[in-house]
């Protein structure tokens, strides 16, 4: 019984040292290289909003997105600022209600939707409405596919990716009038890629990924409904992810949440970020101001986490030291358990 006691005591005191050393060699390491490590997204965007959404922030960003009558976004930043305990000052929140008003609201889509729909060029929220509501009928897709079609025939500057998205999008819409329906949420998903592209709001490095899915599955030689079918197919994946964004936010929030997604990839984490915060989404993208999506997984440098959790690390590295260095206690507690 004594000596098994002993190997452990043994054990131990070993155990100890290799931690400490271990533990050193990581810390300096991670110090020498600014290693961090990335925490969940709740976490991440709750610290960036804690450091950018003060109220003179929410009320000059509200204040600007009724001046460019972008009321969607207004009301995003007017509802976060309820939410994090910062309302919007008295005049703002009276200019975003009669933004608001019906009659308001009425004109300003009368503007720009009748447009939108005809052309598919979009200069405001109205006219992408309209853009969006030509998409998701064939008529659209049609038009795309005429306009940059006889470019291309001319030799001209043409959009392939327009031309493959308006492909696919035929195909949705026989897919969807074929199966009641079933079609439906790849027919919504390809028309919001569209409107993102045709307006800008479609990243560089999103654009270069679908277009290379795109590419893949293009039918070589054959006719724009094999390939438009095949457009489909390897696009539905993406489109339906875009469809869950849309029935929370929207369809013109999704479209301008669009120009936070690098890549396809990344579509299933803005699905996870509109879900959580719902029509406040374009709001907190805007106010915190990254670049992508995923860089709103902040990153906590090794230096900034040891200083939050001092008094642990000092607690963790005092124990590995008592263990390691303390070798005359170690003998002691050995020679009693040798002696029981």
Known sequence: MGARAARAIDWTARGCRVALAASVAV??????????????LEVAIQRGLAEAGSAEALEARARTALDGEDVALARGLADLGEELGRPLSTETLARLAAAEAPSA??????????RGFATGEVDGQASLAGALASDLTVIGDVRDIAREGAKMARGEEHSALIL????????????TYATVGGAAPARFGLSVMKAARRTGLMTAEFAADLGRRIGRTAARGGDEAAAGAKGLSAL???ATELR????????????????YVRS???LPELRSFAQRFGARSRAVAELIGRASLRAFRATI???????????AVVAWFGSLVAGAVSNLAFRGLRFVALRA
């Open 27 to 40: 810390v300096g390491v991670g110090l020498a290289a600014d290693f961090g490590y990335t925490v969940p």
């Open 264 to 266: 396809v990839d990344e």
């Open 301 to 311: 440098r090794l230096a900034e986490f040891l200083v939050g959790h001092l008094i």
């Open 164 to 175: 493959g998205l308006a492909a696919a999008g035929v195909a949705a819409t026989a897919a």
């Open 236 to 238: 539905s994946g993406a």
């Open 244 to 259: 869950a964004v849309g029935r929370t936010v929207g369809t013109t929030e999704t479209v301008r949440l669009m120009k």
């Open 105 to 114: 609201v009425a004109m300003r889509n009368l503007r720009g939707a009748a």
